[in-house]
């Protein structure tokens, strides 16, 4: 009788909330300590998904159905040369439309405001053809017809110097290529993003591209060549017969593949995304010994009045849901804070960087899946100590 009134009435307290308040500087250090931990997750799949945005966002512009690049391409911040004459090989195939040679490559400039250099990726293409899904670039387009005439990405990071703003103040900006002392002028701007391989990118005519990079593009050859098909349903016939007929010479991917072929490379291959994951284990490990600890100190500084309860007739089950109550008090008290702290993180490291780090519903999901599964796996651990609450001790 007693053991059911005094059962109903733990029911209507938060108990697992009493004995965590109960030691305020203890629950306040296990707070700090996860909330860390979830702090480190959420930054290392923000750099992930950073890494792969910024990876592709060129990738994602482009307005084409195939693209075709060098098996030595890796990835788009390095990319292979191939014969021009490979691509047009294409147009025998029925089903092509048309195709386009692009010119990417990296370059180094002055940066605007400093002597140190800058590095800049390159984007050249016939201006007669659009080939980049962006309004600014579509509207500008005449004014790269002039050879050493740019467009400018806005959204690079800081170590271009002032360059967006020199260009709105004055409408147009000189820049010098720290390796040959070329000259080529800015004079519009578009937002793509800067990149881990390169603080801002260019976009120009194939005769600029050619001479600004003419140390890194031969002549004749091209980075990568986009394909269009008469209809969309000739894709993938067209994609067949040209992979029949380059074979192993040249990669010939539609947009998503070439997408997916990108973040593969970045998450498999690619020290980056070991790091990131590892990063990620770490906090998970983290945060688990954190709450371990904290839940193992407390059932042991409680273990008299665990065996109390057992004694009056309390079950395990409800000690194990006491328990489980504080581990789960413990992960949402320190994931709100965290998820605050990684949000501001986040717009300020996009702000400096140029490099999209967005705070999505998947990684809040992920990460507070994580967070309360380490702490329910740390909480189980921990009550083997339960084991030691024996009724008998109290008599």
């Known amino acids: ?108 400039a002055q940066q605007m405001g400093g002597i140190k250099p800058t590095s800049l990726r390159l984007i050249g293409f016939d201006p007669d053809q659009q080939i980049l899904d962006l309004a600014p670039v579509r509207e500008q387009i005449d004014r790269i017809r002039t050879p050493g005439y740019v467009l400018f990405d806005a959204a690079g990071n800081s170590n271009t110097g002032p360059v967006a703003a020199a260009v709105k103040a004055q409408g147009s900006q000189t820049m010098i290529l720290s390796d040959y002392s070329k000259t080529f002028r800015v004079v519009g701007l578009f937002r793509l993003g800067s990149t ?71 998450n498999t291959s690619s020290s980056f995304g070991i790091i990131f994951g590892f990063g990620t284990i770490m906090g998970l490990l983290v945060g688990g010994v954190i709450v371990y600890q904290v839940l193992y100190t407390d059932v042991s500084d409680h273990l008299h009045e665990y065996a109390t309860l057992k004694a009056l007739g309390f079950r395990n089950r409800f000690l194990l849901i006491l328990v489980l109550q504080e581990a789960s008090i413990l992960a949402i008290s320190s994931f709100v804070p965290a998820l605050v702290a990684s949000a501001a993180l986040y717009a300020f490291l996009t702000a400096v960087s140029g490099i999209q780090i967005v705070m999505t519903t998947g990684k809040t999901v992920l990460v507070f899946s994580l967070t309360i599964g380490v702490c329910a796996v740390a909480a189980a651990i921990a009550l083997n100590k339960l084991r030691d609450a024996d009724p008998a001790s109290v008599f």
Not at 14 to 30: F, G, M, N, S, T
Not at 81 to 91: A, D, K, T, V
Not at 238 to 257: I, M, W
Request: hydrophobic letters at 45%.
């Open 196 to 266: 881990f391989a390169a603080d801002s990118n260019l976009i120009s005519s194939d005769t600029t591209a050619l001479q600004l990079a003419y140390k890194q593009i031969n002549e004749g050859e091209i980075s990568m060549g986009l394909i269009r098909v008469t209809d969309p349903a000739a894709i993938a016939p067209v994609q067949r017969h040209l992979r029949a007929l380059y074979g192993s010479q040249l990669q010939v991917f539609t947009k998503p593949e070439l997408i997916a072929n990108e973040q593969n490379y970045w």
């Open 1 to 108: 009788m007693i053991g059911r009134s005094l059962r109903r009435s733990l029911g209507d307290l938060p108990v697992a909330w009493l004995q965590l308040k109960r030691q305020p500087i203890r629950y306040l250090v296990a707070v700090t300590g996860i909330g860390f931990a979830a702090l480190l997750m959420f930054m290392q799949l923000g750099f992930q998904s950073g890494l792969l945005t910024s990876a592709t966002t060129f990738y994602q512009a482009l307005i084409t159905d195939l693209v075709v690049i060098s098996p030595g391409t890796r990835d788009s911040g390095a990319f292979q040369q191939f014969p021009q004459s490979q691509l047009y090989q294409s147009l025998g195939v029925p089903g092509v439309a048309d195709v386009i040679p692009v010119y990417v490559a990296n370059v180094n």
